[in-house]
Nanobody, 121 residues
């Protein structure tokens, strides 16, 4: 059993910053890929940023110059540092991870429940 719990969302003015965190817990042997997705009302869920086990990262074009994804492998945690936030960044942000189970040995994809980010003046 694995859980992903996001934190750090909230209300911020345009141009402001937020730092999201996602902590994985449970029957974890290792984590391969971790990522952040977001979904705004009436829009498709989109990939924002991902980070791989070797440390490589990739970003959506809309956030590439403003967001930074990182991870703390010892704590099974992924972060998303967001600066210069825009109203169009408003969405529910979801954590995603591909986890190797310590109980079964298999690889499984997991989603967090999401954290709301609202950018508004």
């Amino acid at each position: 059993q694995v859980q992903l719990v996001e934190s750090g969302g909230g209300l911020v003015q345009p141009g402001g910053s937020l730092r999201l965190s996602c902590a994985a817990s449970g029957s974890i042997f290792s984590i391969h890929t971790m990522a952040w997705y977001r979904q705004a009302p009436g829009k498709q869920r989109e990939l924002v940023a991902s980070i791989f086990s070797g440390g490589g990262t990739q970003y959506a074009d809309s956030v590439k110059s403003r967001f930074t994804i990182s991870r703390d492998n010892a704590k099974n945690t992924v972060f998303l540092q967001m600066i210069s936030l825009k109203p169009e960044d408003t969405a529910i942000y979801f954590c995603y991870a591909i986890v190797r189970s310590s109980s079964s040995g298999g690889w499984y994809a997991h989603w967090g429940q999401g954290t709301q980010v609202t950018v508004s003046s």
